[in-house]
């Protein structure tokens, strides 16, 4: 027995390094299917033109192909680029999004999802609009708000133009009165929830809150008509 395993041992170790490098062969060469997350990326937007439209971050990319190949292919280096520089105002749709992978000879796309995406452009403008105090709760009792001041009145807003029509005003968080005897200045954040406009400096304003005290009262009792209201100077 051990005579048949140590005879033309060299001959059978290359028989054996033979069927391995064959095996390894064949398992290189078999065809598999990987699922990949691609990134969407939105290049060259003219400076006038804003998006104005919700368009998906990620495209779900399923490729198949040799498995040495697919070996190499990193998920980093895979990606789906739309070129917005020659497009006008409107809605484009952008189809064969597979033709846009930079994929190496071998691999073949069997599914994307989204299969195309809608991208409305609109032009970008910009507008200035006043800004509104919100109060919450109330001063001590014999108090009350005389007058508010903002510093700026209006903030500078931008984005598309569509949107941007709709908006006359923006206002601020809350502003606590509750127990407030007399006037103070807070600077407060800005509350804007608009999807496809921002604001272009300011995000926080600075409000002057002044408070005064109420005219007194008291019961003054007279002896002809009972008791009798009258104010205080």
């Given amino acids: 027995m051990l005579k048949l395993l140590t005879e033309n041992w060299s001959l059978k170790l290359l028989s ?18 990987v699922g990949y997350i691609v990134p969407l990326e939105l290049q060259k937007i003219p400076h006038e033109l804003v998006i104005a439209n919700q368009v998906p971050s990620q495209i779900d990319v399923r490729i198949s192909g040799p498995r040495t190949l697919l070996m190499k292919v990193s998920p980093n280096d ?45 032009r970008r403008k910009e507008k200035k609009v006043p800004i509104k105090v919100v109060l919450a709760g109330d001063p001590d009792p014999g108090y009350r708000v005389a007058g508010l001041k903002t510093t700026p009145e209006k903030v500078a807003i931008t984005g598309a133009e569509s949107e941007i029509k709709t908006i006359s005003e923006v206002t601020t968080e809350p502003i606590d009165l509750k127990g407030v005897t007399e006037g103070f200045s807070q600077i ?18 600075e409000i002057h809150v002044a408070i005064e005290v109420t005219e007194p009262v008291e019961m003054i009792e007279s002896p002809a008509t009972g008791p009798e209201v009258k104010g205080m100077k």
């Fill in 16 to 33: 054996l390094a033979f069927a391995l490098f064959l095996w390894m062969f064949i398992m290189g060469e078999r065809h598999l299917e």
């Fill in 188 to 205: 407060v954040p800005l509350v804007y929830e608009r999807t496809y406009t921002n604001f272009v400096d300011e995000k926080t304003a």
């Fill in 78 to 122: 895979i990606s789906i680029a739309v070129d917005l520089s020659e497009l006008k105002p409107g809605l484009t749709t952008f189809k064969r999004l597979e033709e846009r992978l930079n994929l190496p000879n071998g691999l073949r796309v069997t599914r994307v999802s989204p299969s195309f995406v809608d991208i409305r452009l609109d």
